[in-house]
C-alpha cells in the first residue's frame, strides 16, 4: 500500500519568514496530493491541493510543487503570520475505483513566532 | 451549507462496552470516508462508502470495528468490545467530487 513520509516533524519560523514541509510518497500511481491545516482541538481544513498532471499550484502565500518522478511534493508559505501555527498534514491517493482514500503523513507542527 | 456534523463530540466508556459513533455528511455528497486520529499521529483510513457500491474496509483494523451508511447519508461506527488502544479520535469526511475530502469535527473516544 502507499507510504507518505513527511519532514520536518516540527518547524520553528519567525514572522515574516518562510516556511517549507516535504512529503514523499511510494505509490507511483498516486494522483491526487491534498494539504491539510488542523488547529489545535479543530478538524482537519483542506488549504491547497494538487493533481499529477500539474507541477506547481499557487494561492496568495500559499504553493505547493509536485515531482512526480522523484515522487515527493512540498508546501511551502510565504509571509508567514501567527494565525499560521498549526499542524499540517500531506496525503496522497490514487481514486482507484473512485475511491480516493487518503494516506497520511504524521504532520508537521509549524510554529510562527512573532 | 451546513458542513459535516459528528456526534458525540466526546465520548468516555469502560473498557469491554460497546461505542456508536455518528456522521451525518454535507448534503448531496456521495462518498464519505472515516479516518482515525491516534494521539500525535496522522490520520489512518478506515472505510469508505461510495453511493450503493460495496464499502472498502480495508482499513479497520479488526473484526470489532463496524460500520454501516443507511440511505446513502448519515452513516454510524460501532465498536464492539472497546479496548483502551482504540482510544482516538474519529473523523468522518465526505464528498461530492470524489476527491475533494470535508472533515467533521470529529468524535473523542476514551476507553477506560
Known amino acids: 500500500g502507499e507510504n507518505v513520509e513527511q519532514h520536518p516533524s516540527t518547524l520553528s519560523v519567525q514572522e515574516g519568514d518562510s516556511a517549507v514541509i516535504k512529503c514523499t510518497y511510494s505509490?507511483?500511481?498516486?494522483?491526487?496530493f491534498p494539504w491539510y491545516k488542523q488547529e489545535l482541538g479543530k478538524r482537519p481544513q483542506l488549504i491547497i491541493d494538487?493533481?499529477?498532471n500539474v507541477g506547481e499550484k499557487k494561492d496568495q502565500r500559499i504553493a505547493v510543487t509536485l515531482n512526480k518522478t522523484a515522487k515527493h511534493f512540498s508546501l511551502h508559505i510565504t509571509e508567514t503570520q501567527p494565525e499560521d501555527s498549526a499542524v499540517y498534514f500531506c496525503?496522497?491517493?490514487w481514486g482507484g475505483g473512485s475511491n480516493y482514500k487518503l494516506t497520511f503523513g504524521k504532520g508537521t507542527l509549524l510554529t510562527v513566532n512573532p | 451549507g451546513a458542513g459535516v456534523s459528528q456526534s458525540p463530540s466526546n465520548k468516555v466508556t469502560e473498557k469491554g462496552k460497546d461505542v456508536e459513533l455518528r456522521c451525518d455528511p454535507i448534503?448531496?455528497?456521495?462518498?464519505l470516508y472515516w479516518y482515525r486520529q491516534s494521539l500525535g499521529q496522522g490520520l489512518e483510513f478506515l472505510i469508505y462508502?461510495?453511493?450503493?457500491?460495496?464499502?472498502?474496509k480495508s482499513g479497520l483494523p479488526s473484526d470489532r470495528f463496524s460500520a454501516e451508511r443507511t440511505g446513502g447519508s448519515v452513516s454510524t461506527l460501532t465498536i464492539q468490545r472497546t479496548q483502551q488502544e482504540d482510544s482516538a479520535v474519529y473523523l468522518c469526511?465526505?464528498?461530492?467530487?470524489?476527491?475533494?475530502?470535508?472533515f467533521g469535527p470529529g468524535t473523542r473516544l476514551l476507553v477506560l
Open positions: 494538487i493533481r499529477s
Open positions: 448534503s448531496g455528497h456521495t462518498a
Open positions: 462508502f461510495q453511493g450503493n457500491s460495496a464499502p472498502d
Open positions: 469526511a465526505s464528498s461530492s467530487d470524489q476527491e475533494t475530502q470535508y
Open positions: 505509490d507511483s500511481a498516486s494522483n491526487y
Open positions: 496525503a496522497a491517493s
